[in-house]
């Protein structure tokens, strides 16, 4: 892989403007990053009766700015302003990028990249956030291939320097230089990895957490391995991260990576077993975890 803070080329035509598709954990992160750093920002909701809930969510990701005095309480109403919201496919034609944050499903999101080419520019750029499927796969019906790739942003959005540039054989040059030029004048760290399931941080990330389940199985408490690892210097332990990311997320992408690599990516049953629960993590108030 390819750091490229140093050696990507300036574009002429750099990105002003995105459009964000998916509004859950991590739509609402990046939404409120573009908000911040770009000049313009479209959403699209499913229902528009989600507006104001999802508006309030991107607002507090601003709160910290406001309580450091790093932002104004104008200044962020000013950022906020420049959030519009469809529940349409409307108005997404002056668009510079548009970058897909809906659940991870295969057919779900092929789907929605045939509604999005029909009313997109001719040089917009579709980047999916997908943490775990082939951008060759996903992107295997695209019309324009030039301009589509992987961009995969890490959680929570806001505090995350990372994020994966996945290319395929076919996304242009500058499609991912744009790209990057983006992220990088928003503060973030990309670093282009081949497209493979998991790509880098999940294949490391995913055997990480599992381990952390088959411990505590083994007869552990949640809250002494996550003391364990918050100890040995990591930000927060497995479990929180885990309820942080979502359990049907850390699902879903174990069993695409069980698929890709075998046993040696296994699925933790305790997960399979709080997936069917619905013990999804922050997101449904409990997980390992419950919530207020
Ligand atoms: P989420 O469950 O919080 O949000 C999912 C979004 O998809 C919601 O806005 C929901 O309304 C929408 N959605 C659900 N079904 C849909 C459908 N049939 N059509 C259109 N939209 C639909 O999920 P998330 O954690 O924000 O994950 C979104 C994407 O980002 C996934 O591809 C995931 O793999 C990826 N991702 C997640 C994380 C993480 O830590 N949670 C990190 C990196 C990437």
């Not at 991107?58 to 200044?75: C, P, T």
């Not at 109403?77 to 991870?104: C, H, P, Q, R, W």
């Not at 760290?189 to 497209?195: G, H, L, Y």
């Not at 389940?213 to 927060?236: N, T, V, W, Y």
Request: glycine share 6%.
């Amino acid at each position: 892989f390819e750091k490229l803070n140093k050696s990507y080329e300036k574009t002429s035509n750099p990105i002003s403007n995105a459009v964000v598709l998916g509004n859950g954990v991590m739509g609402k992160g990046i939404i409120y990053l573009f908000s911040k750093y770009l000049k313009d920002v479209r959403i699209k909701l499913r229902d528009l009766t989600q507006a104001h809930e999802i508006l309030k969510d991107v607002a507090k990701i601003y709160d910290h700015s406001i309580k450091s005095r790093s932002m104004s309480k104008n200044q962020v109403d000013f950022k906020l302003n420049k959030i519009s919201y469809t529940d349409k496919f409307l108005g997404f034609k002056n668009f510079d990028f548009v970058i897909e944050a809906i659940i991870e499903d295969e057919k779900v999101k092929k789907e929605t990249y045939k509604e999005l080419e029909n009313v997109i520019g001719e040089n917009t750029i579709i980047a999916t956030n997908t943490s775990s499927i082939s951008i060759e796969k996903l992107g295997s019906e695209i019309k324009n291939k030039e301009n589509f790739l992987g961009v995969h942003f890490f959680n929570p959005v806001n505090l995350m320097p990372l994020v994966e540039i996945i290319p395929t054989e076919q996304t242009s040059k500058e499609s991912i230089n744009k790209v990057c030029e983006m992220l990088i004048s928003s503060g973030k760290t990309p670093i282009v990895v081949k497209d493979c399931a998991g790509f880098i941080v999940n294949r490391i990330l995913l055997p990480y957490l599992n381990e952390a389940a088959f411990i505590l199985e083994e007869g552990s408490r949640i809250e002494r391995i996550d003391s364990i690892i918050k100890d040995f210097g990591m930000p927060m332990g497995p479990f929180t991260l885990a309820d942080t990311v979502g359990i049907d997320i850390g699902y879903k992408v174990a069993s695409i990576l069980n698929e890709s690599y075998g046993s040696r990516m296994p699925i933790a049953s305790l997960i399979e077993k709080m997936y069917n629960a619905k013990l999804l993590g922050a997101k449904t108030k409990a997980g390992f975890y419950e919530y207020a």
